[in-house]
């Protein structure tokens, strides 16, 4: 590659950042397309990923880059701890709407009903790829794909389908939306191709969403605690799902 920094130009506007060694070992790992990978240290980083992601080595070794700092400081807006960045292709909206529609489905969809926070978002996305979810949707205005988000998700949005629709457009299932009203989780076994929704910490549901809800669920909570954080709620339920398969 003759002049990296050309290539991130022409690039960056509508590819993905991915920003630090995490979120390109996370990407590559997820059968990501990258067509520009950068590091201030080729060796420095090759040897994070002989420790760290050996699986991923050899891939790394073929898309990395080394280039001075201060161009690196030119390319990225916060330039992450490693000195690694690239960019990524965005997968296509069509297939990952294709994905979320097919039926039968094994592992939930989970639903940020107009988030706020984009690090919360990237928490949530993060979380969700662990479980091995078959995606997450957003609503309202908030974009899952910000460069915020993808590093709050550390690269996992390739391992997992992240779009944003509208609450006409949510993937088929039964919809199963947390509300302090309704009735406690433990108490409901949560199918596979549950449908998870999950309101902002500020206002909750969407009127919209909460009518279109098939069940309303609450966590266990306090008395006098006003709410859970959002990924932390996402993992509660998350994790109420998952034990039921054990």
């Known amino acids: 590659m003759t002049d990296p920094a050309g290539l991130w130009h022409r690039l960056a506007d509508f590819s993905v950042l991915l920003d630090g060694f995490h979120a390109l070992k996370h990407a590559v790992r997820f059968g990501a397309e990258i067509p520009v990978a950068l590091?201030?240290?080729?060796e420095?980083?090759?040897a994070l990923a002989d420790e760290l992601a050996p699986d991923v080595r050899q891939a790394l070794d073929a898309l990395l880059t080394e280039v001075p700092a201060p161009v690196y400081a030119s390319l990225v807006p916060r330039p992450h701890p490693t000195a690694v960045a690239a960019l990524a292709v965005r997968p296509s909206r069509a297939a990952n709407l294709e994905r979320l529609a097919r039926m039968p489905r094994t592992t939930p969809v989970v639903v940020l009903d107009q988030p706020r926070n984009l690090g919360n978002a990237g928490a949530v996305i993060r979380l969700a790829a662990g479980f091995g979810a078959t995606g997450v949707v957003t609503t309202g205005t908030l974009d899952p794909w910000h460069p915020t988000v993808v590093r709050g998700g550390a690269g996992l949005h390739f391992?997992?389908?992240v779009e944003r629709v509208t609450v006409e457009?949510?993937?088929p299932g039964p919809l199963f939306a947390l509300d302090p009203e309704g009735d406690d989780i433990r108490g409901t076994k949560l199918p596979d191709d549950a449908v998870l929704a999950f309101g902002s910490?500020?206002?909750g549901l969407s009127a919209d969403l909460r009518a279109r809800a098939d069940h309303l669920l609450s966590l266990p909570m306090r008395p006098q605690v006003s709410s859970y954080n959002l990924a932390t709620s996402v993992a509660m339920t998350l994790y109420h799902?998952?034990?039921a398969g054990f």
């Open 241 to 243: 799902w998952s034990a």
């Open 169 to 171: 457009e949510l993937p």
């Open 159 to 161: 391992a997992t389908a």
């Open 44 to 46: 420095a980083t090759l």
């Open 201 to 203: 910490e500020r206002s």
């Open 39 to 42: 590091t201030t240290d080729r």
